[in-house]
T-cell receptor, first 108, second 113 residues
Framework: KNEVEQSPQNLTAQEGEFITINCSYSVGISALHWLQQHPGGGIVSLFMLSSGKKKHGRLIATINIQEKHSSLHITASHPRDSAVYICAVKPGAQKLVFGQGTRLTINP | DTEVTQTPKHLVMGMTNKKSLKCEQHMGHRAMYWYKQKAKKPPELMFVYSYEKLSINESVPSRFSPECPNSSLLNLHLHALQPEDSALYLC????????????FGPGTRLTVT
């Protein structure tokens, strides 16, 4: 079993829909990252969380440390949000452990 | 400036060639990283430099040789690569301690023929 599990693996939605991507992890962590990767390209760091909730534009990330679970929400989704979203956790001072990613496609 | 730059964007090399990948950041970050990413897989950590010293080598074959000439620049020297080394190579940096919030570059897509 992977230390970081994301669901769903693939998600297709229509423009304007509310999107939720989930991340569960099995280890104690000091921080959790949500990353975005567009096809063919580099990675953008969206959020780094250690507790509670963060919001940036249409993106919201939450984390529940007790339940070892985080969610990434996208409101009013747009085709430009189509990308792979990766959850990565930081167990203490150790290296990042990545989830397998969620491939999101938003159709016009 | 919150950008990590990488050159070249694409590289095709033969198994006997020697080439280098370059990564640069001007955010004053003191930790820099090399990752390898195969298609539809998450990134895999290769090397970490902290204050210009190699602090982590994830048992990477010696045909990959990292170098950190100064705090802004990170190189990855490639020699005698194999076709299975074809991948996206990502550079990242973080502010201070290892593995704080990382800023990633756009990557170099490497093809070994």
């Amino acid at each position: 079993k992977n230390e970081v599990e994301q669901s769903p693996q693939n998600l297709t939605a229509q423009e304007g829909e509310f999107i939720t991507i989930n991340c569960s992890y099995s280890v104690g962590i000091s921080a959790l990252h949500w990353l975005q990767q567009h096809p063919g390209g580099g990675i953008v760091s969206l959020f780094m969380l250690s507790s509670g909730k963060k919001k940036h534009g249409r993106l919201i990330a939450t984390i529940n440390i007790q339940e070892k679970h985080s969610s990434l929400h996208i409101t009013a989704s747009h085709p430009r949000d189509s990308a792979v979203y990766i959850c990565a956790v930081k167990p203490g001072a150790q290296k990042l452990v990545f989830g397998q990613g969620t491939r999101l496609t938003i159709n016009p | 400036d919150t950008e990590v730059t990488q050159t070249p964007k694409h590289l095709v090399m033969g198994m006997t060639n020697k080439k280098s990948l370059k990564c640069e950041q001007h955010m004053g970050h003191r930790a820099m990283y090399w990752y390898k990413q195969k298609a539809k897989k998450p990134p895999e950590l290769m090397f970490v430099y902290s204050y210009e010293k190699l602090s982590i080598n994830e048992s990477v074959p010696s045909r990959f040789s990292p170098e950190c000439p100064n705090s802004s620049l990170l190189n990855l020297h490639l020699h005698a690569l194999q076709p299975e080394d074809s991948a996206l190579y990502l550079c990242a940096s973080s502010q201070e301690a290892v593995f704080y919030e990382q800023y990633f570059g756009p990557g170099t897509r490497l093809t070994v023929t």
